[in-house]
C-alpha cells in the first residue's frame, strides 16, 4: 500500500478526478437550488442524519460513538462505491450526486434560517475533517467510474475479439486493492477529526 504508487494511481486518473469534482460541483448547486420532491428526499436525508447523531449524541460516550459511526460509514460507503463502479459507474454517480446535492442543501437551509452562521458550518462544521473526507469521497467514485471504464472495455474487448484488457485484469486489482486500503485510511483520519476538532468547534 505504497504512497507512491497510491499517488501514481491518482496521476492516472487525473481526468476522471476533475469530472469528477465538477459533478460533485453541479450537485451541491442543484442541492442549494432544489424544490419540490427533490427537496423533500433532501429533508429526509438530513433529518436520518439528525435522528443518528442525536442517538450517538446520547451515549454514554458521545465522542468515541460519533468517531466509530462515522468512520465505519464513510469507509463501507467509498469502498463499495468503487467495487459497485463494476456495474458501469452508475453508483458511484449516484453517489456523488446525492452528495453534493445534500451538502448544498444543507448549507443553503442554513444560510436561509439564519440560526447559525455560514462561517461556522463551513470553517468550523465542514471545513476541517471536510479537507480530507470529500476529496477522498471524489476520488472514490471516481475510481468506481474507472472501475465501471474497465468492466465496459472488457466487455467490448470480448465482443471484438481483443484479450489485452483481460491481461490487465491481475494489475487492475491490485490498484484496487490499494486504493482501498488509502481510502480507509484517510477516512480513518478525516473521522478522528471529525469526532475531536470538528465536534470541539461546535460545541460538542
Known amino acids: 500500500m505504497g504512497l507512491k504508487k497510491f499517488l501514481g494511481i491518482l496521476r492516472s486518473m487525473s481526468a476522471l478526478i476533475w469530472i469528477t469534482t465538477i459533478i460533485f460541483g453541479l450537485s451541491m448547486a442543484a ?7 427533490i427537496q423533500s428526499l433532501l429533508v429526509n436525508q438530513l433529518d436520518q442524519l439528525g435522528e ?14 460519533f468517531f466509530v459511526f462515522i468512520f465505519l460509514n464513510n ?17 458511484p454517480l449516484l453517489f456523488i450526486t446525492i452528495n453534493g446535492m445534500v451538502i448544498g442543501f444543507l448549507v443553503h437551509m442554513v ?4 440560526t447559525v452562521s455560514l462561517y ?16 477522498v469521497l471524489v476520488i472514490a467514485c471516481a475510481y468506481g467510474l474507472r472501475f465501471g471504464g474497465m468492466v465496459w472495455s472488457s466487455i467490448t474487448g470480448a465482443i471484438s475479439g481483443e484479450r489485452s484488457t483481460r491481461r490487465d485484469w ?35
Request: glycine content about 12%.
Open 31 to 37: 442541492g442549494w437550488f432544489s424544490t419540490g420532491a
Open 52 to 65: 443518528v447523531a442525536q442517538g450517538l449524541q446520547q451515549s454514554d460516550n458521545a465522542q468515541l460513538s
Open 170 to 204: 491481475p494489475t487492475f486489482m491490485r490498484e484496487t486493492g490499494n486504493m482501498s486500503l488509502w481510502v480507509v485510511v484517510l477516512l480513518f483520519i478525516a473521522a478522528v477529526i471529525e469526532s475531536t476538532v470538528t465536534y470541539s468547534l461546535l460545541g460538542g
Open 111 to 114: 444560510a436561509a434560517s439564519g
Open 120 to 135: 461556522d458550518l463551513i470553517v468550523k462544521g465542514l471545513l476541517p475533517h471536510g479537507i480530507i473526507e470529500l476529496p
Open 75 to 91: 469507509a463501507i460507503k467509498c469502498v463499495l462505491v468503487i467495487f459497485l463502479g463494476a456495474a458501469f459507474g452508475i453508483f
